[in-house]
């Protein structure tokens, strides 16, 4: 019976939680045809809220939190994987009601994972991360509309943050001109070298929107939600498209359906958890094509995995930019 170390979280009263690094073995580990020896996971925006408790994340108690992570198959029951093969996984209720990626082992089912490409070590897969990943299946959805650079300016909303970071950075190398949109405006610099060629403070989007704004856009990807998706919507250029995958403004729609039958906008949902393997397989390819690797890792910060809970608690209030990766083991 092998050991590992583990982030696990534990109810601690009727409301709080406990948070602690400690040693489990592999009768711990949940059910699952694959076991995975992992080597890095990484700090989302959802990990934070789980570590924090600010919100109601985790959905079975005691859990291992962290919702991706990429490793070696230690032991296979799954057709498609055997030992040796690197792995990833993102989403599927892993970190929630499932053991996650803040561990030095892990055992789900063989469906959840792909096989990570070769050109991709562990730090990339993570400094990638579900944040990258959701931002490529953000930019697919506005090609597959058939957005161009030939359309007009597209907007990206909670530019620093993991997804947003991804987002501009591919948007760019794809050619379309990338408004950035942030709180911080120390980070201008910083947005305009993964290759945004406006800033606008996000102030501009956060308040009550106007049914209909001047067209600014032909498309966007928006993490934040609430006031400043819709206003992201009501400044829309006609037949344009926006990409929703985030909350962190809130979860709620104040807009009208002005933009949806005055000018044929589309909102395009994004959901990174439960979404197949072909579009999976279909948003690493695009950023293994299109993500300039060495631009990202100068943006990626690596931590271990006792310093997990620190990073949960500073994504949740807004002093990460960029990726945080967690080296394992």
């Not at 079975?60 to 990833?88: N, Q, Y």
Request: net charge negative.
């Amino acid at each position: 019976m092998s050991g590992f170390r583990a982030i696990l979280v534990s109810r601690e009263g009727e409301k709080g939680q406990k948070v602690e690094l400690t040693d489990l073995t592999d009768n711990d580990l949940m059910e699952g045809d694959v076991t995975v020896r992992v080597t890095h996971s990484t700090v989302n925006y959802k990990d934070g809220l789980a570590l924090t408790g600010s919100a109601p994340v985790i959905r079975r108690w005691p859990l291992i939190p962290g919702i991706d992570f990429t490793g070696e198959v230690e032991a296979s029951d799954h057709a498609d994987f055997k030992p040796g093969d690197a792995v990833i996984l993102n989403g599927w209720g892993v970190g929630e009601a499932h053991h996650g990626g803040f561990a030095e082992k892990a055992r789900v089912s063989g469906d959840w994972l792909i096989h990570r490409p070769a050109s991709l070590s562990g730090k990339d897969a993570m400094a990638i991360g579900t944040a990258g990943y959701t931002a490529a299946l953000c930019v697919l959805a506005l090609t597959d509309h058939g957005l161009t650079p030939d359309n007009g300016p597209v907007v990206v909303t909670g530019a620093a943050g993991g997804v947003g970071s991804t987002a501009t950075a591919l948007l760019a190398k794809l050619g379309f001109h990338v408004i950035a949109s942030t709180g911080r405006a120390s980070e201008e610099a910083y947005l305009k070298d993964l290759g945004a060629a406006e800033i606008i403070a996000r102030d501009e989007l956060s308040g009550a929107a106007r049914p209909l704004g001047k067209e600014r856009w032909a498309g966007g990807v928006d993490s934040v939600g609430s006031h400043t998706l819709a206003n992201v919507l009501s400044m829309t250029k006609y037949g344009g498209v926006v990409a929703a995958c985030g909350l962190a403004q809130g979860m709620d729609l104040p807009a009208t359906v002005a933009p949806f039958i005055l000018r044929g906008v589309t909102l395009a949902g994004i959901d990174s958890v439960m979404a197949p393997k072909d579009k999976r397989a279909r948003a690493y390819d695009l950023l293994t094509e299109h993500l300039d690797r060495a631009a990202f890792d100068a943006i990626t910060t690596t931590i271990p995995l006792d310093d997990v809970p620190a990073a949960g608690a500073d994504i949740i209030a807004g002093k990460v930019r960029g990726r945080t990766v967690v080296e394992i083991g």
